[in-house]
């Protein structure tokens, strides 16, 4: 009896391979990256005692230990300002990094079972992971009114200027993300490193001090963490500072977007074996 004759193989491809091709077979899957990242908020307070609460404590101790060390015992300064309002304000957009960057990185061998059933743009879990973030962040925001108002701060007309700072963070956040998380696929270190790098970033970034510590000919340079001028850009728009932190936040935002473009075109280059390696 002779076997039955093998089924044909089926190779899924996208329909096309260029790179505006592929972006706006992104924006076709609108719905399927909105449907990821509302799951990813839920699957992350899933069966948790505090719930959404743990949005707000985590930046609300991380400025209560600041507050002890950096500003009682070592006497750091804060620009003038408070200095619980000044690191608060410095991990609001650092908690949304810092989550941003790791979910992001992890986020195609978390889905490996996804990735490797059925194609889709694997640009949607990254995204996707790096959506959900905002929902912690606009939680913790909710936190720092009150402070504000505690201390007589109110914010000027820079405060038009957030959406523009919370949108840099994102792209800094999914520029490195990308880029971990495509190298993650083959290599598993990334996995270990990423705690650590995410921890040196931190002390790099002026959230425990300012900038201004930073001579003024170099401080530039700082910009090229592109988080140095998320973080002065925040705290120029919502305390009220009087100078905006122009070179550094424009060296921040080149380097950011650069970066992005970069880690694109990295990203949608390999992506065609993810599901042979992960």
Not at 109 to 124: G, I, M, Q, W
Not at 153 to 172: E, I, Q, T
């Amino acid at each position: 009896m002779s076997a039955p004759p093998a089924a044909p193989l089926v190779r899924i491809r996208p329909e096309s391979a260029g790179f505006v091709a592929r972006l706006s077979e992104l924006l076709e899957q609108r719905e399927l990256l909105l449907f990821l990242a509302w799951r990813d908020v839920q699957v992350r307070y899933r069966q948790t005692a505090l719930g959404v609460a743990w949005a707000v404590l985590q930046p609300l101790l991380s400025m209560l230990a600041f507050s002890v060390f950096f500003g009682g015992l070592a006497r750091i300064p804060s620009d003038g300002l408070p200095y619980p309002l000044f690191a608060y304000c410095g991990l609001l957009p650092w908690q949304l990094f810092a989550f941003a960057l790791t979910s992001s990185a992890a986020s195609l061998t978390a889905n490996e079972r996804l990735v490797t059933k059925v194609y889709f743009p694997r640009l949607v879990l990254p995204l996707a992971s790096v959506l959900a973030g905002l929902v912690d962040c606009a939680i913790a925001f909710v936190l720092l009114l009150p402070i504000m108002a505690f201390y007589g701060v109110r914010p000027g007309p820079a405060l038009l200027a957030l959406p523009l700072l919370l949108l840099l963070a994102l792209v800094s956040a999914v520029a490195v993300g990308l880029g971990l998380g495509a190298l993650n696929v083959r290599y598993r270190d990334v996995r270990h490193a990423l705690p650590f790098l995410t921890q040196l970033w931190l002390f790099v970034t002026p959230i425990a001090y300012p900038a201004s510590l930073v001579p003024e000919r170099w401080r530039p340079l700082l910009g090229l963490n592109p988080m140095a001028g998320v973080v002065e850009g925040f705290r120029w728009a919502l305390l009220g500072l009087p100078q905006p932190p122009g070179a550094l936040l424009a060296v921040s935002a080149v380097v950011a977007v650069l970066g992005l473009l970069l880690a694109l075109l990295y990203f949608l280059r390999v992506e065609r074996g993810f599901a042979d390696v992960i």
